[in-house]
C-alpha cells in the first residue's frame, strides 16, 4: 500500500479487510451441529401441541427433557417457546417456576424416550407419567439417499412429457 493512494482506495481496502475476518468469525457459527434426531422429533412434537410459530431455545442441544412455555398476557397471542433442560428433577422445578411466573405451561417432552410427558402436582411435588411413545426418524445414510434420487430422477425422465423438455435449444435465459 503506497501513501500516494487516495484515501476511497485505503477505504475500500479496509472495508474488505474486516469483511474477511467478520467472515472468518461467522464461518464456524454457520457450520453449527446438526440437531440429534430426538431433538427433531421435540420439535417436531412442539409444533402439533404449540402451533407452527415455535422459538427454540439453544438449552435444547443435548438435553434429556424438554417443555413448551407460552407468557400468559391480557392481549395478542404470545409465542411459545421449546426450552430443554438436563434432568426431570430440573423439568419439575420449571414447572413450578413456571406456574408462578405466570406462564402457561403447554407440555413437557422427554428426549431420551422420545415421548411426551403429562404432569400432576401432588402434595406440592410435580410427578410425570409418561406417554406413548413417538415415532423418531432415524437418519438416513448417505448411500440410500443417493440411491432413492437416482430411482426418483429414473421415474421422472420416464414419465416426463415430450414438451417438457429442453424447448429452448439449450441457451440459458
Given at each position: 500500500?503506497?501513501?500516494d493512494e487516495p484515501e476511497y482506495l485505503k477505504a475500500i481496502r479496509r472495508t474488505r479487510e474486516q469483511q474477511k475476518q467478520a467472515g472468518a468469525k461467522a464461518a464456524p457459527a454457520a457450520g453449527a451441529k446438526a440437531?440429534?434426531?430426538?431433538?427433531?422429533?421435540?420439535?417436531?412434537?412442539?409444533?402439533?401441541?404449540?402451533?407452527?410459530?415455535?422459538?427454540?431455545?439453544?438449552?435444547?442441544?443435548?438435553?434429556?427433557?424438554?417443555?413448551?412455555?407460552?407468557?400468559?398476557?391480557?392481549?395478542?397471542?404470545?409465542?411459545?417457546?421449546?426450552?430443554?433442560?438436563?434432568?426431570?428433577?430440573?423439568?419439575?422445578?420449571?414447572?413450578?417456576?413456571?406456574?408462578?411466573?405466570?406462564?402457561?405451561?403447554?407440555?413437557?417432552?422427554?428426549?431420551?424416550?422420545?415421548?411426551?410427558?403429562?404432569?400432576?402436582?401432588?402434595?406440592?411435588?410435580?410427578?410425570?407419567?409418561?406417554?406413548?411413545?413417538?415415532?423418531?426418524?432415524?437418519?438416513?445414510?448417505?448411500?440410500?439417499?443417493?440411491?432413492?434420487?437416482?430411482?426418483?430422477?429414473?421415474?421422472?425422465?420416464?414419465?416426463?412429457?415430450?414438451?417438457?423438455?429442453?424447448?429452448?435449444?439449450?441457451?440459458?435465459?
Amino acid at each position: 500500500m503506497s501513501n500516494d493512494e487516495p484515501e476511497y482506495l485505503k477505504a475500500i481496502r479496509r472495508t474488505r479487510e474486516q469483511q474477511k475476518q467478520a467472515g472468518a468469525k461467522a464461518a464456524p457459527a454457520a457450520g453449527a451441529k446438526a440437531p440429534s434426531p430426538a431433538e427433531r422429533e421435540a420439535l417436531r412434537w412442539a409444533k402439533e401441541v404449540g402451533g407452527k410459530e415455535i422459538r427454540v431455545a439453544n438449552s435444547l442441544t443435548g438435553a434429556k427433557v424438554a417443555i413448551l412455555v407460552q407468557p400468559i398476557t391480557p392481549f395478542g397471542k404470545p409465542p411459545v417457546s421449546l426450552e430443554g433442560l438436563a434432568s426431570r428433577e430440573a423439568l419439575a422445578e420449571r414447572v413450578k417456576t413456571a406456574q408462578g411466573a405466570g406462564e402457561n405451561v403447554v407440555g413437557t417432552f422427554e428426549l431420551t424416550t422420545g415421548r411426551p410427558l403429562t404432569f400432576e402436582i401432588q402434595e406440592g411435588k410435580v410427578v410425570f407419567s409418561a406417554g406413548p411413545p413417538r415415532q423418531i426418524m432415524k437418519a438416513e445414510s448417505p448411500e440410500r439417499m443417493i440411491r432413492r434420487a437416482a430411482k426418483q430422477a429414473e421415474i421422472l425422465a420416464k414419465t416426463r412429457k415430450v414438451d417438457d423438455r429442453d424447448r429452448g435449444g439449450g441457451r440459458g435465459r
